[in-house]
């Protein structure tokens, strides 16, 4: 909408002297349907993924972190490019709002007419920011947490002005066929739980439309930011890769398969254009009848244009835009001058930001709510870029990915003078991830540096070190001061903008070097980030010839210059030998890194301040022609990725097909498409209410009072409810644990992050906000227990079952020529499902239905009948899949089910419940940490005699889950010993209850078999395999609580293969010559053999088979519930083949309480046989019945019929074509062993302690596997899953408060796409059988995640190699896990007085 000044008044504050036009209102293009959106449809502050999803019902458009750090939320924007007036720019942005911090359920949507309002608009936008404080205050973050603390990055729909946006809906979706895209991702097997799909494809459609030669390197970089909890990425990359110019040609072969299987999007369209859309791009002209958005039905604001598919940017006039919502103003000025304005009119109290990426609220939430936010995205004069001879200026507003571009540009093309900017592109590019650098902007990231000096600015630093300068404009006076990065950090920035930087050349002489060192390989803050410039003078003895540059980020807030570095360095020349070494006694005199607890330690960071130093004279002394000693040389560089690869082989039985098929995920095309709904992508029913946690701040304390008064005051909030308004019992264990846990806490908190009460409103910001006003208080505050150690000094353990003996362990050592000891520790794992917690609990006319994110539905219905003490036939829970669970959604919904329920059951609304990831991860347990003692006896050969073993499980506050057993269990793996005591102990500590992660107490105890026979080795000083080999169990060797092993499969089968395709001899050469050959990088081999015993007692399942005798299709409910697995791939398959049908006329569908009742829950990797024994069961009933049938008609002389046909005839002679079965465990035979082996090459850097694993080779037991690809999938899913709890997955505490605080993505590390292997192999054990199980496969899901351990091993040999190489390598020396690049490097004892240059 058009207005002019004069009617301001009542629309904005009064701006610029000259009488102008301005809009009132915003038009959006989602695609291809434009919308006007203004303040009567929503405020200011809102996300426009909650938009999207919220009032278009977008829903593919996924809302996970909130914080930049995921990409569920990627979206596509075309949109204006203000640096070239009348073009367009198209890249991913993540769409992820604030709204509260509730994932999914955003700030609420102001109403377009057709609904009742519920809020003034002025209530919208200051509530939200408030909210966000809330989210804070309720999980007791303050002072320096809450400094620290992120949350909520987000696009505003007010800044898509203009723009035209692309969600997965609009790419294609199963009535107009799909995209390549999709196709390509679904066919490479690239989905499990689907939920990250959407975030992907658009990922990748982001790319190929900026850059339709994009190249296999790009694409693979190009998920920096995109995180999988479930596939490993592999299969999504090759995916991808095969989309680029250089795919690889095998990649290429099978995408033409796969785009042979599914015809271009528009083939099935009416009028289109009959496949020729091109790889990557969207069908155009060619299109024009196809139908593309889901977008317009009952969008929000008028409807302006039916789209037709085309990319649409309403590019409207140079028009200033001013938005009035209540007291908060919305501004989108067109020039400097009207910025000027418009900061000059502003009041004493008025508050503001600029508004460009909006992604420093991922880095650091704002307290404070605006009054006014002013977008500069389309001022022309931000966006210059400017090359002069001796210097290049960029333009403030510059995204960070255009000024890579230019940097790169101008130093490969500008003859003299701007060589080192090619060093800032390339640190450039590894800061965020590509959707924050495509609209986050130089200034705005120079603001947080001036906003919070600590934080690790990596665009500030590297600006400093290229002395670049700051022009910044004072809107009062229009005057512009030019100043230094430093002293622009000194500048009062109040009502002042920054205009643009300018870069000056440096010297031919001068070298730039720069570093960040980071958790993980990508989209990671740095530990320590630095830069160093000198000019050198080659033709004098490599003389320093001016002052040099030595920056230093991550230290401490104030720390910028190493200045008595600098000072000692000038004039010296790099050829001294001891140059580093006395220049790094001088950095030790300034260099004091600060210690907070969720930073790496002060000792290593202060230790990499060295090595960098170090790392670039040496790189420099190679630039500038100096002869570094060739074993130096790989010092100078950071570990290079290169392009990834994968291999997987397996045979398959093309005769027993569609089992045994390697078919795509039954679900994976809708998955792709974002057609498949999760629990939170159910549209809110009318009256629905949020529900909010409200959690403790302490971790040990009793309740005195919790004030509630305040929260009530809140509009919006319906109902405050803690412990005393439960109905029923307070306790969200029915059958799931022995021990109580609260839904509410009573009388006392026995972690930081347990719920308190509920907060129940009528929107998600109104809930965050009431929780922030609970006022709880304590008394009897204690120091939390929050590590093992503590526990066990305080005594706070006990035994979970009585000790494992087998033989005489005391006699065996006594026998033993070799006895040693130890100690070990695996640490916390968060579950980080991609979909996180949630449940929606509706009062309906008999009692409650209830969606949830549970596993065991059935739990879920007692856990509701049991708080609210009802009826169990009164509560009907159904689900229809989970985004991953991995063993916490057994019972960790519970919780939000029952707190769901008890509001409920108040407000006699439906109530929804979903948890933000900080929330998720604070209040809901993850895997135990471990501790473990060990000793060993063993003879000269490394046979080991007698084991010892003490292991001590941490529960978390309540021993409901401990698998401590489990760990004792299967610590056997492989080998045969006879002589065993082992111990398990559960600890309990402050901290939230732990439970059941993928392969739990599994994986712990294997890691202390596996860490023991290395110890034997170090301590013979033999070959580590050898030591393994002579320990290997024989068939009929017996082993403590398992049945005694049969066939060891590793050692006849998997070992010799293993050795042959991993050319394990050969490379086991190749490392050792690396290794002499560089001083600095090391690296590692190991071999592991994983033997992993599969039971299946306890488990059952409900299992339905539906024939319809319309057309004789399948329909298939089962107690099972699909969560990526593939569970309901291989359950097709199963039905198909036993009934003889084709795989697509079988439907597997969601699981209920009625349908499925008391079925257990999903876990130790055997619900999926036993599912599918279950279906293959009911079908040969099934059949047993039709065959029967058919019989008889052909002995009566009837002729052949069709299936269809057949099944109605069955029903008419009243014959039963469906078959509910429940299964039992002697359906499934006895336990068996699934065994696998693994070969690993790690190299670490030395100096920094970074790590790439280098190649992978995984064998895999699978017996014949159901569906390969699904297995190969489990397989590369679990291992990655694995890497991370062995390689970056680190949780921390506050040691007082008991606090979390790894309680997001920017301080939790899961691997991302660019840390996987790099070469990674996989096969299935080709001519393997089970003769026990389900149609002789094997199980899957858990036992490749051990095999990750071997990365650890590899590592652990490149650190002894290090060792060896100073002559440290005297004894064995203990390695907990994860071993972190900070861990890597502090075991190498890196020490400058070793930095000589000769
Ligand atoms: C997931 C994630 C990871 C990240 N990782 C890194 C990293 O590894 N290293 C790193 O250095 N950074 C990192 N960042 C920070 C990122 O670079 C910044 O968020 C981004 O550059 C900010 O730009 P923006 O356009 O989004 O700023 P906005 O969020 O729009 O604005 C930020 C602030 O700058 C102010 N502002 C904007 N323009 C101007 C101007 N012209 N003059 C004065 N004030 C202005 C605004 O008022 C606001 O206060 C990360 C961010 C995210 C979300
Ligand atoms: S939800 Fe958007 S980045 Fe995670
Ligand atoms: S498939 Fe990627 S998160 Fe589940």
Redesign the pocket.
């Known amino acids: 909408m058009e207005v002019s000044e004069s009617e301001e008044a009542t629309g904005g504050g009064v701006v610029g002297k000259e009488k102008s036009t301005f809009l009132s209102t915003i038009n959006i293009t989602v695609n291809g349907v434009q919308y006007e959106v203004g303040p009567d449809i929503a405020s200011p502050s809102m996300a426009l993924l909650d938009y999207l999803r919220e009032k278009l019902h977008l829903t593919g458009c996924k809302s996970m972190c909130r914080?930049?750090?995921c990409s569920a939320c990627t979206v596509v924007a075309t949109a204006p490019d203000t640096e070239n007036p009348g073009a367009t720019s198209t890249f991913s942005v993540?769409a992820a709002g604030s709204g509260g911090g509730t994932a999914g359920q955003g700030e609420e949507i102001l109403p377009g007419g057709e609904q009742v309002a519920k809020w003034t608009t002025s209530g919208v936008a200051a509530v939200e920011e408030q909210a966000d404080m809330g989210a804070r205050a309720s999980t007791g973050r303050t002072g320096e947490d809450e400094d620290a603390c992120?949350s909520q990055?987000r696009q505003l729909l007010y800044a898509c002005n203009g723009w035209s946006i692309e969600t997965v809906e609009g790419l294609g979706d199963w009535r107009h066929g799909y995209h390549p895209i999709q196709t390509a991702l679904a066919g490479f097997y690239g989905t499990q739980c689907g939920f990250c799909s959407p975030g992907m494809v658009m990922n990748m459609y982001g790319q190929l439309q900026r850059n339709e030669s994009l190249t296999s390197s790009e694409a693979e970089k190009s998920l920096d930011?995109n995180l999988c909890r479930c596939t490993g990425y592999r299969p999504i990359l090759d995916a991808f890769k095969s989309l680029t110019v250089d795919g690889d040609v095998r990649l290429k072969d099978r995408l033409h398969d796969i785009e042979e299987a599914h015809k271009p999007c528009c083939l099935k369209g009416k009028g289109g254009c009959k496949g020729k859309a091109q790889r990557g791009s969207k069908c155009k002209a060619q299109c024009n009848g196809r139908d593309t958005g889901s977008g317009g039905a009952g969008g929000p604001g008028s409807e302006v244009d039916r789209g037709n598919g085309e990319k649409n940017p309403s590019t409207p006039a140079q028009h200033s835009v001013r938005v009035k919502a209540g007291n908060t103003q919305w501004y989108q000025p067109i020039t400097l001058q009207e910025v000027c304005d418009i900061l000059n009119t502003l009041s004493e109290g008025d508050t503001?930001?600029?508004?460009?990426?909006?992604?420093?609220?991922?880095?650091y939430v704002?307290t404070d709510p605006y009054t006014s936010y002013?977008n500069?995205t389309r001022v022309p004069e931000?966006y210059t870029v400017q090359g002069e001879e001796q210097s290049i200026t960029l333009g403030?507003?510059v995204?960070?990915r255009r000024a890579i571009e230019m940097l790169r540009y101008t130093a490969d093309t500008v003859i003299t003078g701007f060589h080192h900017l090619r060093d800032v592109a390339d640190h450039w590019a590894?800061?965020?991830?590509e959707s924050?650098?495509n609209?986050?902007?130089?200034?705005?990231?120079?603001?947080?540096?001036?906003?919070h000096p600590e934080?690790?600015?990596?665009?500030?630093?590297t600006l400093t070190g290229c002395d670049a300068r700051v022009n910044?404009m004072t809107a009062a006076t229009a005057a512009t001061a030019t100043v230094t990065l430093e002293e622009f950090l000194a500048l009062d920035?109040s009502r002042?903008?920054?205009?643009s930087l300018v870069i000056p050349t440096v010297s031919e002489n001068t070298r730039l070097r720069s570093y960040?060192i980071?958790p993980r390989a990508v989209?990671?803050?740095?530990y320590v980030?630095a830069v160093f410039r000198l000019e050198v003078d080659p033709n004098d003895t490599f003389t320093i010839t001016s002052r040099p540059t030595i920056l230093y980020g991550g230290i401490n807030p104030q720390f910028v210059h190493a200045s008595k570095t600098e000072d000692f360095l000038t004039g010296r020349s790099l050829s001294e030998p001891d140059l580093v070494e006395r220049a790094c006694e001088v950095l030790k005199t300034e260099v004091f890194p600060d210690s907070l607890p969720q930073d790496a330690s002060p000792q290593y960071r202060a230790s990499l301040t060295q090595s960098l130093l170090f790392k670039a004279i040496i790189s420099i002394q190679s630039d500038v022609g100096y002869t570094v000693s060739p074993s130096l040389v790989s010092a100078g560089y950071t570990i290079e990725r290169p392009l990834s690869s994968g291999q997987q082989t397996f045979n398959t039985d093309q005769t027993a097909w569609p089992l045994g098929q390697p078919v795509p995920k039954v679900e994976a095309l809708p998955q792709v498409a974002g057609e498949t709904d999760f629990m939170n992508d159910v549209a809110s029913l009318p009256g629905e209410l949020t529900g909010v946690f409200i959690q403790s701040s302490v971790g040990r304390a009793n309740i005195t009072s919790i004030d509630t008064s305040q929260a009530m005051g809140v509009e919006g909030v319906v109902a405050v409810l803690t412990a005393a308004d439960i109905p029923g019992l307070n306790n969200v264990m029915a059958e799931a644990g022995v021990h109580v846990e609260e839904v509410f806490a009573s009388s006392s908190v026995i972690y930081a992050g347990q719920a308190v009460g509920l907060v129940v409103a009528r929107s998600a910001s109104a809930a965050y906000q009431g929780a922030a006003a609970v006022s709880v208080q304590y008394d009897s505050i204690q120091t939390p227990t929050l590590t093992i150690q503590q526990a066990i000094t305080e005594g706070s353990y006990s035994l979970e079952s009585d000790p494992v003996v087998m033989g005489d362990v005391e006699d065996a050592f006594t026998n033993s020529e070799h006895v040693v000891s130890a100690e070990m520790a695996v640490g916390y794992q968060n579950h980080f499902c991609m979909e996180l917690m949630g449940a929606r609990v509706t009062p309906i006319d008999d009692g409650y239905d209830v969606i949830a994110t549970t596993i065991w539905p059935a739990e879920a219905q007692s856990v509701v009948a049991q708080v609210l003490e009802i009826d169990a036939n009164s509560v009907n829970v159904s689900v229809r899949r989970v985004g991953g669970s991995f063993g916490q959604k057994i019972n960790r919904c519970h919780p939000v089910v029952a707190a769901a329920a008890v509001a409920a059951w108040h407000t006699h609304s439906p109530v929804r419940v979903v948890l933000n990831l900080s929330t998720y991860l604070t209040m809901l347990g993850g895997r135990e940490p471990y501790h473990s003692k060990y000793k060993v006896g063993f003879d000269s050969t490394g046979k080991v005699n007698g084991l010892e073993i003490d292991v001590y499980c941490d529960a978390g506050c309540v021993a409901n889950d401990s698998s401590a057993t489990l760990a004792t269990s299967f610590l056997t793996n492989v080998y045969g010993v006879s002589h065993w005591l082992m111990r398990p102990y559960t600890v309990i500590t402050n901290t939230p209850s732990n439970t059941f992660m993928r392969a739990p107490g599994i994986v712990e105890g294997i890691i202390v078999m596996e860490t023991l026979m290395d110890h034997v080795a170090s301590t013979l000083g033999v070959d580590p395999l050898s030591v393994r080999e002579v320990n290997l169990a024989t068939t009929g060797a017996l082993r403590p609580q398992l049945q005694p092993f049969g066939r060891n499969v590793f050692a006849e089968d998997i070992l010799p293969l293993l050795k042959t395709s991993a050319a394990w001899d050969q490379r086991q050469q190749e490392v050792a010559q690396f290794n002499d050959s560089n001083r600095w990088r090391k690296r590692g081999l190991a071999l592991m053999p994983m033997c992993f015993n599969i039971g299946y007692g306890g488990f059952r399942f409900g299992v339905m088979v539906n024939l319809y005798t319309h057309d004789g299709t399948v329909a298939i409910s089962h107690g099972g519930i699909e969560m990526g697995q593939g569970l309901n791939t291989k359950v097709s398959q199963i039905a198909a083949y036993i009934l003889g049908v084709p795989l697509e006329s079988v439907k597997v569908k969601a699981t209920s309480t009625t349908t499925n009742a008391n079925s257990s829950h999903q876990g130790a990797s055997v619900c999926s046989d036993i599912v599918c024994k279950g279906v293959e069961m009911a079908c040969e009933q099934l059949m047993e019945r039709i065959t029967e049938f058919k019989e008889k008609r052909r002995q009566d002389g009837k002729a052949e019929t069709s299936w269809p046909e057949l099944i109605r005839m069955c029903r008419d002679a009243d014959i039963d074509v469906c078959q509910r079965l429940w299964t039992r465990l002697e359906h499934l035979n006895k336990n068996y062993d699934v065994y696998g082996g693994a070969v690993m090459e790690a190299e670490i850097d030395v100096l920094t302690g970074q790590t790439q694993i280098r190649r992978a080779d995984i064998i895999e037991d699978c017996g014949q596997s159901l569906s390969p690809y699904v297995d190969i999938g489990q397989v590369e899913g679990a291992l990655v899953q694995g890497l991370g709890l062995v390689l970056t997955e680190k949780v921390k505490f506050n040691s007082d408060t008991g606090q979390k605080l790894s309680n997001g993505?920017?301080e939790y590390k899961l691997m991302s796409a660019l840390d996987i292997p790099v070469d990674l192999r996989v096969t299935l054990l080709p001519n393997s059988y089970n003769d026990s199980g389900v149609l002789r496969a094997k199980a899957v899901g858990e036992p490749p995640l051990v095999m990750a351990y071997c990365a650890a091993m590899a590592v652990r040999r490149a650190i002894t190699a290090a060792l060896t190489h100073t002559q440290q390598h005297t004894a064995w020396f203990q390695i907990d896990m994860p071993v972190t690049v900070e861990s890597v490097q502090q075991l190498c004892k890196v020490e400058s007085s070793q930095f000589t240059i000769k």
Not at 355 to 360: F, S
Not at 440 to 447: D, H, K, R, W
Not at 455 to 461: A, R, V
Not at 496 to 499: D, L, P, Y
């Open positions: 914080e930049g750090g993540l992120r990055c930011g503001y930001q600029l508004v460009v990426g909006n992604t420093a609220q991922g880095v704002t002013i500069t931000l403030a507003n995204s960070l590894l800061v965020a991830n924050v650098r609209v986050g902007c130089i200034a705005g990231n120079l603001m947080i540096k001036h906003q934080f690790y600015s990596d665009i500030f630093l910044v920035m002042s903008i920054i205009t960040k980071t989209n990671a803050h740095a980030n993505t920017w």
